[in-house]
């Protein structure tokens, strides 16, 4: 039992009009070139990190763990975390908050083994070209990753702004 001055029945309603939100997580990895490993996704148009959403009773930094390992087959220690970004109502996806860590430099030669169910290939990309390949918001939020990288910080956007 939780401790609330509400019964459970009432403390379930009013947690049912509570916001729900979605959470996500994705690894900034790169190669001793500077350049970001991207992932070709077969279900939706353009590249992304490796990364997912947070399962329940997950924590972010697991969850980025997890789908690392899950979609390129590597068990790498997830570093600082870099950006969080709060998404609101996006149609049907409703409020996000995304969290992008460091995943590290790893050879370009590393054994990456792409999760064939969901994804038809990866490369390494300049960061200058991540734009060329990588939805407007993600290629945002690289940006502002690799910027809080080189300086130390960790960056807060909302609706990709900071």
């Known amino acids: 039992m ?28 790169r190669d001793p070139a500077g350049r970001v490993l991207l992932v070709q996704p077969n279900y939706k ?5 490796p990364g997912g959403t947070v399962e329940a009773g997950e ?17 790498l220690p997830v570093g600082r975390l870099l950006v969080v970004e709060h998404g609101t109502s996006h149609g049907v996806w409703g409020d ?14 590393a054994a990456v083994t792409v999760q064939a169910e969901e994804l038809l290939g990866y490369r390494f990309v300049p960061a200058a070209d991540v734009a060329t390949l990588a939805m407007p918001g993600l290629a ?3 940006a502002v990753g690799l910027a809080a990288l080189a300086d130390g910080d960790t960056r807060e956007l909302v609706n990709g702004r900071g």
């Open 45 to 49: 148009h353009g590249w992304e990190l």
């Open 96 to 109: 996000s908050t995304i969290f992008l860590y460091d995943g590290g430099v790893i050879e370009a030669d």
């Open 59 to 75: 924590d972010p930094r697991t969850g980025c763990t997890r789908e690392v390992r899950e979609e390129v087959g590597l068990d």
């Open 140 to 142: 945002n939020r690289i």
């Open 2 to 29: 939780i401790d609330s001055y509400l019964s459970e029945p009432e403390l379930a309603a009013f947690i049912a009009t509570l916001p729900r939100r979605r959470l996500a997580a994705g690894a900034l990895i």
